[in-house]
């Protein structure tokens, strides 16, 4: 919510996981969960890696768990739907299933009368402050972090837009983690493959009320940027269930 926006009890339910890793030996195995969202969740976020390798017969799998559930279904894919190489085909399939799948952009849903944004980004790792790749030397390590900096880059543009949408509350979505605090529980080597600091510095610098990402399968659920917004790793296997519910309060109109 804006720093210093009137509220007045009216909130946006956000159901949210990342990591299903489906394929077709676990065909059905989300549906009856998430046909209960239509009871308790307004929209439900997909936080990456809903496939295990980024093939087209997963990505149908994952369709037919989230086509016509009776809310919006707002996705970002993760490095596992990327792995085939065959990231667009993912797409398409999810978005002929009706879910919107975001990349540097934006997507503003109507609740309670009220606008809710959701600017996704997959992101890319690099690390966190002070331990963190740098853009410099040889081409290959400049490219690394230049597909950090630039998915970084489209995630503030993504919410920085938001502003000019006059949103009651603003999501941003990703896959990798934008801080450490909920990697915790991943051995502390790997931090750097997990996520990036430059995730949470957009994060910071356009606003947002909720931050919500996956990858991170052994860290925490809990985590806050530097600046004070919410982080929340919904990686399955961290919150052990069909999907985290969160309540956002909305900005009053
Ligand atoms: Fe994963
Ligand atoms: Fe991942």
Redesign the pocket.
């Known amino acids: 919510m804006t720093p210093g926006a009137e509220r007045d009890g009216a909130f946006v339910r956000v159901a949210a996981v990342g990591?299903i890793h489906l394929s077709p030996d676990c065909r059905g195995l989300l549906r009856p969960s998430f046909e209960t969202l239509p009871l308790c969740a307004d929209v439900l976020l997909l936080a990456?890696?809903l496939t295990r390798h980024g093939t087209v017969p997963e990505a149908e799998v994952v369709a037919e768990e989230v086509r016509d559930l009776g809310v919006p279904v707002v996705a970002v894919l993760?490095?596992?739907d990327y792995h085939s190489e065959r990231e667009a085909d993912v797409t398409r399939v999810l978005t002929d299933a009706g879910v919107t799948v975001l990349e540097g952009d934006r997507v503003v849903l109507p609740v309670a009368g009220r606008k809710v944004g959701v600017a996704g980004a997959k992101g890319f790792c690099g690390g966190f402050a002070g331990r963190s790749a740098g853009e410099f030397g040889e081409r290959e390590m400049k490219d690394f972090v230049r597909t950090a900096r630039r998915g970084a880059e489209s995630l503030h543009r993504a919410l920085a837009d938001m502003s000019a949408d006059g949103c009651a509350a603003r999501i941003a979505l990703t896959?990798f983690a934008p801080v450490p605090d909920t990697l915790a529980g991943e051995p502390v080597e790997i931090y750097p493959f997990l996520g990036s600091y430059l995730l949470a510095e957009a994060i910071d610098e356009a606003g947002a009320d909720l931050a919500v990402h996956?990858?991170a399968h052994l860290g925490t659920e809990h985590g806050m940027t530097a600046g004070g917004v919410r982080v929340r790793n919904v990686a399955q296997p961290v919150i052990g269930r069909a999907f985290a519910l969160y309540h956002l309060p909305l900005a009053a109109s």
Do not use: F, K, R
């Open positions: 990591d990456g890696d993760g490095n596992h896959h996956g990858h």
